[in-house]
Structures are given as structure tokens and as C-alpha cells.
């Protein structure tokens, strides 16, 4: 979604792309990916939870970006275009190794890869698939690199080479590495790993689908009923209350060199007087819904005036160039609407409103002028008027005032009515 010089935006700002249509995503990766077929099992988690998805998939064993660099299958599925996603997910223990060798062994095909993507598809996002260190550190390796010796030396190396991959790219990481060290320390005694110590169990893959769910869709995967084939439901629920706080209580750690956008904003009230800051991130269009009724805003930074109390859910929605949205809501709660207008005589032909400092009547009578009157007699506004809806700017103190029209056939019209707090 990166590099992208948009010429037409111009189909309709109001047309926002929901996720929840159909998500395109494809998968390239290998063995961690395929066993237990990842893909679909993500798939099967988002439909259960009512979004759509199309699903892809290149896993050959033991890849690295390298192979996949040069092999015919995933270039061929990364130049079909039209991918709203695309997974990167390196060779187990590759990005592990000594900064130096990840540096020239790893991250060029990283880049080579994401560098295809951007070509053939401008508005797909990359997310790099942060994996799990085997459950007793590399053994093979631990000689040469005693760092990765344990399975927290190797969890932190994928972890930092994954997180510097995904700046470099300008890309989205997918956390699953950190949603399984998360869930060892919390549920020991539900096993993830196969008896190789490497790959995973269902329970394993689940998690990996979990957090790809909330990466993706940007939203919580608790009490989806979707639990695989051998998972139990309190396995289940713990795999997903885990992969989804690990992935949206961070959310801007795992997504803040991508392109995705992240909607959000503060506001400043006065009465029934809102003003609102947008703070948004990497959006390019705006859509404020007040939650009165009113009339949807495009403005960056709106003010609103609410004409009744109440609480009042305000809900921005922010979108790319490549119509990629994200929604962030608040309660505004209105407790008084200051200086409404009590009319204690009236003639039916006239309407007067008064609110936050503007004074509006409306009128059928061809009128010639009116003068506006205190309690005290004291002329507080005058002017020429004509037939219709006029206002004029005032600012009145609560209290009694008279309205006196003069029509063009020399009649006069006289209301009395109140300024009340």
C-alpha cells in the first residue's frame, strides 16, 4: 500500500471498502505454514466470525526467502495481482541467527520479495509472520551461537530480525511468536509444539490463525466457535483471548511502519459544544458520524453543536487512498443545551429560535423591519428584514425580550419570549 501515485479517487469517498466483503490474502512460507494448513484454517476462523476470504498458498518445506525468490509457483502468485495481503514467513530458524548473516542472508530476500509485491500489487500490505523458537532453543546451532541455545534466546532473535524486516519493508509483522511465548508462560500445560519441538500442533496453528485474524481485520477473535477439529472449547478461548490481546493491545508496535490506517481522535466540549481532533494515522479521507442523526462530515478536524442531551456515540472512520478503512468510536454525553428559547407569546405566523449566540426567525409576512427589545425597554438589535428565514449574530443574557415587526402595509407584530439557561 506503500509507493502508490493515485491519479482518480475520486468514485465516491462515501463507497468505504469493509474488510468484511472479501479479504484476498495469500500465504508464502513454508512447513510452519502448511502443517495443519494455516491458510485454511484461518479462513474457516474469519468465515465464523462473518468475514469473508479468498486464500492462497505456496509452503514448500524447509523455504527461505531466497527460494522463494526465484521460484516459479510464488512469483507466479504474487504477479496474479489483486492480493489485499500477502504473508511473508522465513525458514524457522534463519532469521535467529547472528545479526550479520540474517543481514545478508535473510534480509535481501525480504526485501526482493516485498519489492515484487509493491509492483504487481500497489495496494496490498505485506506482513511479515513473526514464528515461535523451537521449545528447547536450536540445538543444531546452539554451538556456533549460544544465544539461541534456549528457547527465550531464540524467541527474542525471531523477534527482532521480524520486527527490523517489517521497518525495512514498511510492512505489517503478524506477532505469533510473541502470542506463543505469552501463552507457554500463561498455560503451560497445553502443549504447541509436535514431538520435533519445532512444528506446531493444531493448538499451535490455531494460534498462528488467531493472530493473523486480528492482524488482518484489526478485531478481537474471542468467542468465535470455529475451534479446528481436536481443540477443546477452554484450549480454544484461551488461544484466542490470547492471540487477540497480543496482537490489539500493541496494535501500533505491529503495524506502524505499514500502510494500514489506525482511526482515533480526542475532542474538547463546552455544553453541547464538541470540537474534534483527528488523530488518525496513515489515512488520507475522513467520514465523522455525530450519532445525532446529523449529516456526515469529511472535515479533519470538525466542531459539532448537539441541540438536545444525551450521550451520543461519534464514530470516524478513516480510509487510504487505496480504500482500506479503520473505525475508532467514543461517547460524547451532552448534559445541558444553554440558551433555548422560552415563548411566552407568540404569534403563530413567526418562529424564533436562539442558540449559542444566533438569533433566527422565520417569517410569511412581507415585513419591512424589526427591532429587538430588553425587559427594560432598551434596543438590543435593529434592522431591515425581509419575508423567510434571516438570523443574526447576538449575543443575549437570560431574560425576558419583545420582537417587534413592521409590516410594509403598516401593521406591527409584537412576541414576547424568554432566554432561558
Known amino acids: 500500500?506503500?509507493?502508490?501515485?493515485?491519479?482518480?479517487?475520486?468514485?465516491?469517498?462515501?463507497?468505504?471498502?469493509?474488510?468484511?466483503?472479501?479479504?484476498?490474502?495469500?500465504?508464502?512460507?513454508?512447513?510452519?505454514?502448511?502443517?495443519?494448513?494455516?491458510?485454511?484454517?484461518?479462513?474457516?476462523?474469519?468465515?465464523?466470525?462473518?468475514?469473508?476470504?479468498?486464500?492462497?498458498?505456496?509452503?514448500?518445506?524447509?523455504f527461505t526467502f531466497n527460494q522463494h525468490s526465484v521460484n516459479a509457483s510464488t512469483l507466479q502468485k504474487i504477479q496474479q495481482g489483486n492480493w489485499d495481503f500477502i504473508i511473508l514467513q522465513g525458514q524457522s530458524q534463519e532469521p535467529a541467527f547472528p545479526p550479520s548473516q540474517v543481514s545478508t542472508q535473510t534480509y535481501p530476500y525480504a526485501k526482493k520479495l516485498d519489492s515484487l509485491i509493491q509492483v504487481y500489487n500497489p495496494c496490498a500490505e505485506t506482513v511479515f509472520y513473526m514464528t515461535w523458537g523451537r521449545k528447547n532453543g536450536d540445538a543444531s546451532n546452539c554451538a556456533s551461537y549460544p544465544v539461541i541455545c534456549t528457547y527465550d534466546g531464540m524467541q527474542q532473535r525471531l523477534r527482532e530480525s521480524y520486527l527490523e524486516m517489517t521497518q525495512d519493508n514498511q510492512a505489517t509483522c503478524a506477532p505469533v511468536g510473541v502470542a506463543w511465548r505469552t501463552f507457554r508462560n500463561l498455560y503451560p500445560a497445553t502443549e504447541l509444539y509436535q514431538t520435533d519441538e519445532s512444528h506446531p500442533l493444531e493448538e499451535g496453528t490455531y494460534l498462528a490463525a488467531c493472530v493473523f485474524y486480528s492482524t488482518i481485520f484489526r478485531k478481537s477473535c474471542q468467542g468465535a466457535q470455529y475451534m479446528g477439529t481436536g481443540i477443546t472449547n477452554s484450549d480454544g478461548f484461551n488461544l484466542q483471548t490470547v492471540a487477540s490481546a497480543t496482537v490489539l493491545d500493541s496494535l501500533e508496535n505491529w503495524q506502524q511502519y505499514g500502510s494500514l490506517p489506525a482511526a482515533r481522535f480526542n475532542f474538547t466540549q463546552t455544553a453541547n459544544q464538541v470540537n474534534f481532533t483527528n488523530q488518525s494515522l496513515r489515512a488520507t479521507q475522513y467520514s465523522w458520524n455525530f450519532g445525532d442523526g446529523s449529516a456526515l462530515s469529511t472535515q479533519n478536524n470538525p466542531q459539532h453543536t448537539y441541540t438536545s442531551t444525551g450521550q451520543y456515540i461519534v464514530t470516524l472512520t478513516a480510509q487510504t487512498a487505496c480504500g482500506e478503512s479503520n473505525k475508532y468510536t467514543d461517547t460524547i454525553t451532552v448534559s445541558a443545551v444553554p440558551n433555548g428559547i422560552d415563548e411566552l407569546e407568540n404569534d403563530p405566523d413567526i418562529q424564533i429560535h436562539y442558540q449559542l449566540g444566533l438569533l433566527k426567525w422565520a417569517t410569511t409576512e412581507d415585513l419591512k423591519d424589526m427591532t429587538l427589545y430588553d425587559a427594560q425597554g432598551k434596543i438590543v438589535y435593529q434592522n431591515t428584514i425581509r419575508r423567510g428565514i434571516q438570523e443574526a449574530p447576538l449575543s443575549l443574557a437570560t431574560g425576558i425580550y419583545i420582537i417587534q415587526f413592521n409590516t410594509k402595509r403598516g401593521q406591527m407584530i409584537k412576541s414576547r419570549f424568554a432566554i432561558v439557561p
Open 1 to 62: 500500500m506503500k509507493h502508490l501515485s493515485l491519479t482518480l479517487v475520486l468514485l465516491s469517498f462515501w463507497a468505504f471498502t469493509s474488510l468484511a466483503q472479501q479479504t484476498k490474502v495469500l500465504f508464502i512460507g513454508n512447513s510452519y505454514t502448511g502443517v495443519n494448513d494455516l491458510p485454511n484454517m484461518f479462513k474457516n476462523l474469519a468465515l465464523s466470525l462473518g468475514d469473508s476470504v479468498t486464500i492462497d498458498s505456496n509452503t514448500p518445506g524447509g
